[in-house]
């Protein structure tokens, strides 16, 4: 399941939290998008690129280009090393890529992204990223660029986090604990109604994903010999539950409304005499006997 992430043309959002941080799921599948033989892009924000090659072995680094804005993002020190328009220029940049090879791009992060720059500008660069055909690029009409990004899910309102899904192919929300996580998978299809998956995991120390069929087994409640049961209805003032013999009295009871057997027979018995009848009223005192003006008490 987890495999379609990185083989997925477009934009592809990881949305972590305070529960489960998910920057070494990010490297996870940077490490297996290299080892499909695709190209790896990471702007990196958040971190140095030091400790963002860290645990990766060195030939997944060698296909990691790295674009560090975390030092200087807006090129104050007039190095020359970042990108004359800051994060976004770089974002351009990545889109005029000319590799023929597949290209997956990381983004770390975009709540970086979203916290300097309007979101309108944001999404604006994503669309552009994800569809290389309309950069200029030289990869054949339609195909799309892996663009992976991180996002910070409890930074945002729900306005960002609702356009930057409306942009997404593919949601993943991660949650978990104690090194065992749950990957919440959205999927959208042009032309088909959204899909829901679960897939747990855990990141192994060389970030490989390590897949599992079910839920973790700390999580899973184990039956205890010495726990007694509770009745919740047993201090209740009425009955919930009925004797059998209490239950052979109700099914033996004839409902009022029931048409049974033994009405149908009397009615079938009865003769024309008996089938006639007569109507005796009498009229009480404040009964209305005006027959020409039936609705004269009713004061209009």
């Known amino acids: 399941m987890l495999e379609s992430l990185v083989a997925f043309g477009g934009l592809v959002l990881l949305r972590d939290s305070i529960?489960?941080?998910?920057?070494?799921?990010?490297?996870?599948?940077?490490?297996?998008?290299?080892?499909?033989?695709?190209?790896?892009?990471?702007?990196?924000?958040?971190?140095?690129?030091?400790?963002?090659?860290?645990?990766?072995?060195?030939?997944?680094?060698?296909?990691?280009?790295?674009?560090?804005?975390?030092?200087?993002?807006?090129?104050?020190?007039?190095?020359?090393?970042?990108?004359?328009?800051?994060?976004?220029?770089?974002?351009?940049?990545?889109?005029?890529?000319?590799?023929?090879?597949?290209?997956?791009?990381?983004?770390?992060?975009?709540?970086?992204?979203?916290?300097?720059?309007?979101?309108?500008t944001v999404c604006q660069t994503l669309r552009a990223l994800c569809h290389q055909d309309s950069c200029g690029g030289d990869r054949s009409p339609g195909e799309r660029v892996n663009v992976l990004g991180l996002l910070h899910e409890e930074l945002h309102a729900p306005g960002p986090l609702g356009a930057l899904g409306s942009l997404a192919q593919i949601e993943v929300s991660?949650?978990?604990?104690?090194?065992?996580?749950?990957?919440?998978?959205?999927?959208?299809k042009p032309g088909h109604?959204?899909?829901?998956?679960?897939?747990?995991?855990?990141?192994?120390?060389?970030?490989?994903?390590?897949?599992?069929?079910?839920?973790p087994l700390q999580s899973q409640p184990h039956p205890d010999s010495h726990t007694v049961l509770v009745d919740p209805t047993s201090h209740v003032t009425f009955n919930l539950h009925l004797s059998k013999k209490e239950r052979e009295t109700r099914d033996s009871l004839a409902l009022p409304f029931q048409f049974s057997s033994e009405k149908q027979q009397a009615l079938l018995?009865?003769?024309?005499?008996?089938?006639?009848?007569?109507?005796?009223?009498?009229p009480d005192a404040y009964d209305d006997l005006d027959l020409e003006d039936p609705d004269d008490d009713l004061d209009i």
């Open 174 to 188: 991660l949650r978990g604990t104690m090194g065992q996580a749950s990957a919440h998978i959205l999927y959208r």
């Open 269 to 282: 018995r009865s003769g024309p005499s008996q089938a006639s009848g007569h109507i005796l009223y009498e």
């Open 19 to 120: 529960e489960w941080e998910g920057r070494d799921f990010l490297k996870a599948l940077i490490k297996k998008s290299a080892l499909c033989g695709k190209q790896i892009h990471v702007l990196g924000c958040e971190v140095s690129e030091e400790e963002f090659r860290e645990g990766l072995d060195s030939g997944i680094n060698s296909r990691v280009v790295y674009h560090d804005l975390f030092r200087d993002p807006l090129n104050w020190s007039k190095t020359g090393e970042a990108f004359p328009g800051g994060p976004l220029g770089a974002l351009r940049t990545m889109c005029r890529l000319t590799d023929p090879r597949p290209v997956t791009v990381a983004l770390d992060s975009l709540s970086w992204l979203l916290l300097h720059f309007p979101c309108s």
């Open 193 to 215: 109604r959204p899909t829901y998956q679960t897939q747990w995991f855990s990141i192994l120390p060389d970030f490989s994903l390590d897949l599992q069929e079910g839920p």
